[in-house]
């Protein structure tokens, strides 16, 4: 029987390019977005279960969950940026829907996997969360978004552990300049910590896709906590 796994923010981006991989891998893929265009547009006529749901309302994500017979992995992906700016200039209203998506959403999608995962027969399952190199250090002006990664590792954490008595592994893919239009501006120039504006390298998403491939196709026996995936050159080792 071919393992399931759940995707959301699997309408653009990261999401999709593994959305994809796992399909092409054969496995059995639930995709999740507020956009049934998007997501149908990813499964490009594969065979895939379209699930449309906010992951930050509550009610969206136990419906789409509530779907789901068995989940063998959910990749907790959905994540949205805020513009850049010194914390004085963030409205609050951004901040917060940022977190309604970043943390809050995060948090309702692993609540319901581990839900199913503890319950479903043979129990156990594996939790991959979208962390970011901002999961370690910030880029300028980027509170907000910071802040939400540093949640994320912090549920990490604690998954990872209150996971072992079902058999439920978590784990955290850090990911740096992967190419989607989320990170198109770093082709053209973004800031730096000296104020300067420079061109960052980027990699092609698809190593993304396989990393999580990778982690999501181990034994429950083992677990990868966390992983980092960078463009090789971008500023994050180093005095740039």
Request: net charge neutral.
């Amino acid at each position: 029987m071919a393992k399931s796994i759940l995707i959301t923010g699997a309408g653009a981006g990261i999401g999709r390019a593994t959305a994809r991989a796992f399909l092409a891998a054969g496995w059995e893929v639930a995709l999740l977005g507020r956009r049934e265009a998007a997501l149908r547009e990813t499964a490009a006529g594969a065979e895939a279960r379209i699930l449309v749901a906010d992951v930050g309302n509550p009610a969206q994500v136990e419906a789409a969950f509530a779907s789901l017979t068995r989940l063998d992995v959910l990749f907790n992906n959905a994540g949205i940026s805020a513009k850049p700016a010194p914390i004085d200039e963030i409205a609050v209203e951004d901040w917060l829907a940022l977190c309604q998506t970043n943390i809050t959403g995060m948090f309702l999608c692993a609540r319901a996997a581990f839900g199913l995962m503890r319950r479903q027969s043979p129990q156990g399952g594996r939790i991959i969360n979208n962390g970011s190199i901002s999961a370690h250090v910030p880029r300028p002006g980027s509170a907000p978004y910071t802040m939400s990664k540093h949640a994320v590792t912090g549920l990490t954490r604690s998954l990872g552990l209150d996971g072992r008595a079902f058999n439920i592994a978590c784990g955290q893919i850090d990911i740096g300049n992967a190419l989607t239009e989320m990170a198109a501006g770093f082709t053209k120039g973004t800031a730096q910590a000296d104020g300067q504006i420079r061109v960052e390298p980027v990699m092609d998403v698809g190593h993304v896709a396989t990393a999580v491939l990778q982690m999501a196709e181990l034994p429950l026996e083992v677990n990868v906590p966390f992983m980092t995936i960078m463009a090789r050159d971008m500023p994050f080792i180093g005095r740039g």
